[in-house]
């Protein structure tokens, strides 16, 4: 028997996140959306009802959630506003590989500094040049002394703009491809650079930057885990965010759902409300389904991690489809409103922008697919105290 029942401490923080984002997210979000306002004010107040940073561990002074309880909140984030939602998680992104491999003193201080006040964090992977194909970013962490001198650019950086430190993955050996990488812990006040604030088609309230790094200098004990063993450390962390990403779209397609179906019940056409039209409902129909089924791949993915098992393959099922399907239903959402779904005065066009982002981000649509593939037709072992290292439980 497969037991989906959430606990009850399940359900109230559920509830706090719902309520969160029912009356303080969907209150600013299409104004936060027209404007592109970066919503420091909603960082606050979530960080003060403990919904950030969850998954940092209680020692740490984080929440120690496991990762099921991360996408119950993710979800109702993306249904509040995805682009609020990815200014409020991108601390679980940054601070994953630190769970998985920095010292005591590392975690202490840089864990600690997000748990003490509402202060950001950014993942810094993504180069120009090297979007999927991370082995050929061209950012260097040259070793002098017991320091390493950081130059490069990284692009597409959420909360770059805000961070008060960054995870930073540089070659430390040029010639070596994806086994020269690694991973470093970079404080802005070293020296990082913000060189642009993209201006986006959707999640317009997240902040994306193009930041640079010209002769940072970082202590030596910055370096995360081993040198040269970043990328595996980088996929590791996208093995634990990407169900929190499948979340926030299962909360985009959600809210689509919703949304199309209030509006079919009540648009007269033909002399009859339009949701009594078959065309419409077998709309309706596949929305619910696609809400449903991502969801439940969303919880698998987690829930694997939860239990100690390596979760690669459920990761990009679920990122995979529920991405694929929120972009579908809230497409549709727009189908059912007809004409006014085109116009701005309406909800449901902001949610299509939106949707967009999530076959992006965090992988492709085609890498997950790609990852699939691989773990279907060429499945590999990775020892399993890799594969889960870092989980809060
Ligand atoms: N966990 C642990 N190790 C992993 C792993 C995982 N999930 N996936 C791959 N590895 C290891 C492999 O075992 C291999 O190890 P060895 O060096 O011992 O051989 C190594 O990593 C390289 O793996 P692979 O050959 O699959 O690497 P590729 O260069 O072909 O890249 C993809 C694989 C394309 C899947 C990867 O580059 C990727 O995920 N790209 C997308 C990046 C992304 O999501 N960017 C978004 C920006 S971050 S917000």
């Known amino acids: 028997m497969v037991d989906l029942t959430l606990t009850d401490e399940q359900k109230d923080l559920r ?6 984002a029912k009356n303080e997210i969907r209150r600013v979000a299409w104004e936060y ?15 003060e009802l403990g919904l950030m940073n969850t998954h940092i561990p209680e020692e740490y002074g984080g929440g120690g959630l496991d990762y099921m309880s991360g996408t119950l909140i993710e979800e109702e984030f993306g249904w509040g506003c995805s682009g609020i939602g990815t200014s409020l998680e991108c601390n679980g992104l940054a601070t994953a590989p630190l769970l998985i491999a920095a010292s005591d003193e590392i975690k202490s201080k840089y864990l600690g500094m997000l748990s003490e006040e509402p202060k950001l964090a950014s993942f810094c992977l993504t180069e120009p040049d090297a979007g999927s194909d991370v082995s050929s970013m061209r950012t260097t962490a040259v070793r002098r002394g017991d320091k390493y001198v950081i130059n490069g650019t990284k692009c597409f950086i959420t909360n770059g703009s ?3 430190w960054y995870t930073v993955y540089a070659k430390t050996d040029k010639d070596a491809g994806h086994r020269g990488i690694s991973c470093f812990v970079v404080p802005r006040d070293a020296g990082v650079v913000v060189d642009k604030k993209e201006d ?19 202590p030596a004990d910055h370096l995360l885990g081993e040198e040269n063993k970043g990328f595996k450390l980088a996929m590791m962390t996208l093995d634990r965010t990407r169900p929190g990403v499948a979340a926030s779209a299962v909360g985009i397609a959600r809210a689509a759902f919703e949304f199309a179906t209030e509006y079919s019940k009540e648009r007269v056409q033909f002399g009859v ?3 009594m039209h078959q065309a419409i409902q077998f709309i309706i129909a596949d929305m619910a389904t696609k809400v449903e089924a991502a969801r439940l791949l969303t919880w698998q993915s987690a829930s694997l ?13 679920a990122k995979r489809f529920a991405a694929d399907s929120a972009m579908e239903v809230a497409t549709d959402a727009v189908q059912v409103y007809g004409g006014y779904g085109f116009i701005k005065e309406y909800p449901v066009e902001k949610l299509m922008r939106d949707a967009k982002i999530m076959q992006l981000y ?9 990852v699939i593939a691989r773990e279907v037709l060429m499945p590999r072992e990775i020892p399993t105290e890799l594969a889960t290292a870092g989980a809060a439980h």
Request: avoid cysteine; charged fraction near 25%.
């Open 33 to 47: 959306d027209r404007n592109s306002t970066f919503p420091r004010d909603l960082i606050d107040q979530a960080w």
């Open 273 to 275: 409300p339009i949701a």
């Open 362 to 370: 965090e992988g492709t649509s085609q890498i997950q697919r790609l």
């Open 162 to 164: 805000h961070a008060d």
């Open 200 to 218: 986006k088609l959707g999640q317009r309230a997240s902040d994306t930057a193009t930041i640079s790094f010209n002769d940072v200098e970082i």
């Open 15 to 20: 509830e706090l996140a719902h309520n969160f």
């Open 305 to 317: 991690l939860d239990q100690g098992k390596r979760n690669t393959l459920a990761s990009s099922h």
